[in-house]
Structures are given as C-alpha cells and as structure tokens.
C-alpha cells in the first residue's frame, strides 16, 4: 500500500510517501505561504520516488486544528488530488498524530500549536513503555497558563511537548511527516471503520475556532450593536 501523508497545519509545511507503512521519501520546510509551496514538494517528492498520484492507494492530511490558513489549504489540496482518481483519504487530528510518535516514552506527550493571542491548540496523550500512545483529552484551544495549570494536576509525570508552540515551554521535539501516514492506516483500517467516510467528499477540517476575518467581522457587528 502506498500512503501520502500531507500536513500544513503548523509553520511547517510537510509531506511523506509510504510503501508497506515504511517512509520511502519525506520533504519538509518552514513557511509562510503553504499554498505556494505544498503542491510543488508534493510533485517534487513524488517525482523523485517515480510514483504517480493514480498509484497512491490512500491519502492522509491532518485536519486541525492549527493555522486556519494552513488547515484549509492542505485539506483542499488533497481532496483535489483524490477526486479525479477516486483515491481514499483520511483526515486526522493534528494533536494526535504529532504524538503519535512517542510511544514507549512513559510519559505524557503535550502536542502545544501556536493559536496566537497567547493561546496554544494542544491536547494530552499518555505515552506507555508497551509503544502504545493513549488520548486523555480532546482537541482544544486553551491559553498557555491554562495549559500549564492542566499539567500540574498531573503530579510531576515527565511531560515531552512537541509542536510549533513548545519553543515557549520547554525543549523542541519534531513529528516526522510519516507519522500522519502511519496513523491514517490506523483508521482506515479499523475494524469498526466505514469506507463512506474516506471519500474527498467526506474529508473536513477542524478548525476549533473561527477565522481571523470572522472573528474582525463578530467583533464590528457587535460593536455596531452596542452603538443603538
């Protein structure tokens, strides 16, 4: 099975091919404009490996939440890539699989994304010495003190934080790109999973908050109000 795994969630813009769940190329870089840059290293990294987007069998893109921006174009990128050729495509939670690749740590793993205005995007996972990664919270935007209110709770457990955001609380960890791809095997082939739901049609972001132009626009209307 081959699998392209593409995130564009955070400030970095990234994407890994997959063959038999082992990362065969991986392209990454820092940006600003992800849709200037994500299509052409999508075509740059498949070119090099001599694949085609009719060979891929499943695509996987991280749904948010993260970078408005970002998330919206990354999602509509590969739901374009997947139409013409029917190829499947999974969206997961960007929390998720930046942790993913802890497993076997003993820790709790605090994916921390930038939100802006002192806030972070994060979520808390459960790293066991069996390899296995467990969720302990749902998806949310919280403000950084909050975040490290939460944590405190948790009795002095070794925390790894990794994202955009964790050059702020502690030490810096990277997610590499295949680890989208790895966890939207998961999914797709769950027992309980539903092929219907991997259609391009089906495949949504989660954004967690509005944009920056719908929260400009909230903020007027309810400035006009206050004015009658």
Same mark, same amino acid.
């Not at 996972?125 to 919270?137: I, K, Q, Y």
């Not at 990794?162 to 030490?171: F, H, P, Q, S």
């Given at each position: &099975?081959?699998? $392209?795994?593409?995130?564009?969630?955070?400030?970095?813009?990234?994407?890994?091919?997959?063959?038999?769940?082992?990362?065969?190329?991986? *392209?990454?870089?820092k940006?600003?404009?992800?849709?200037?840059?994500?299509?052409? &290293?999508?075509?740059?990294?498949?070119?090099?490996?001599?694949? %085609?987007? =009719?060979? $891929?069998?499943?695509?996987?893109?991280? @749904? /948010?939440?993260?970078? +408005?921006?970002?998330?919206?174009?990354?999602?509509?990128?590969?739901?374009?890539?997947?139409?013409?050729?029917?190829?499947?495509?999974?969206?997961?939670?960007?929390?998720?699989?930046?942790?993913?690749? +802890?497993?076997? &740590?003993d820790?709790?793993?605090?994916p921390v @994304?930038?939100?802006?205005r002192?806030?972070? *995007?994060?979520?808390?996972?459960?790293?066991?010495?069996?390899?296995?990664?467990?969720?302990?919270?749902?998806? %949310?935007? $919280?403000?950084?003190?909050?975040?490290?209110?939460?944590?405190?709770s948790? /009795?002095?457990?070794?925390?790894? +934080?990794?994202?955009?955001?964790?050059?702020?609380?502690?030490?810096?960890e990277?997610?590499?790109?295949?680890?989208?791809g790895?966890? %939207? #095997?998961?999914? #797709?082939?769950?027992?309980?999973?539903?092929?219907?739901?991997?259609?391009?049609?089906?495949l949504?972001?989660? #954004?967690?908050?509005?944009s920056?132009?719908?929260?400009?626009?909230?903020? =007027?209307?309810?400035?006009?109000?206050?004015?009658?």
């Open positions: &099975m081959k699998i $392209l795994a593409v995130d564009s969630s955070s400030k970095t813009a990234s994407a890994a091919l997959l063959e038999d769940l082992s990362p065969v190329a991986r *392209f990454s870089v940006t600003e404009t992800h849709s200037a840059v994500l299509l052409p &290293m999508i075509e740059d990294m498949l070119k090099a490996a001599k694949t %085609a987007v =009719r060979d $891929l069998d499943l695509m996987a893109v991280t @749904i /948010g939440p993260g970078s +408005f921006t970002g998330v919206r174009i990354g999602v509509s990128l590969v739901k374009g890539l997947a139409f013409a050729d029917k190829i499947p495509c999974v969206g997961v939670s960007t929390p998720e699989a930046m942790a993913a690749p +802890f497993g076997g &740590m820790s709790l793993v605090v @994304i930038d939100a802006r002192e806030t972070v *995007f994060t979520a808390l996972f459960r790293s066991a010495p069996d390899g296995t990664v467990t969720r302990l919270t749902e998806d %949310a935007q $919280l403000p950084a003190s909050e975040l490290m209110t939460l944590l405190s948790y /009795g002095g457990e070794r925390i790894c +934080f990794t994202g955009d955001a964790a050059e702020t609380i502690l030490v810096r990277d997610c590499p790109p295949s680890a989208r790895l966890r %939207a #095997y998961a999914i #797709y082939t769950a027992p309980d999973a539903v092929r219907d739901d991997f259609t391009d049609a089906a949504v972001p989660a #954004y967690l908050k509005k920056q132009a719908e929260r400009e626009r909230d903020e =007027r209307i309810a400035a006009a109000a206050g004015k009658n």
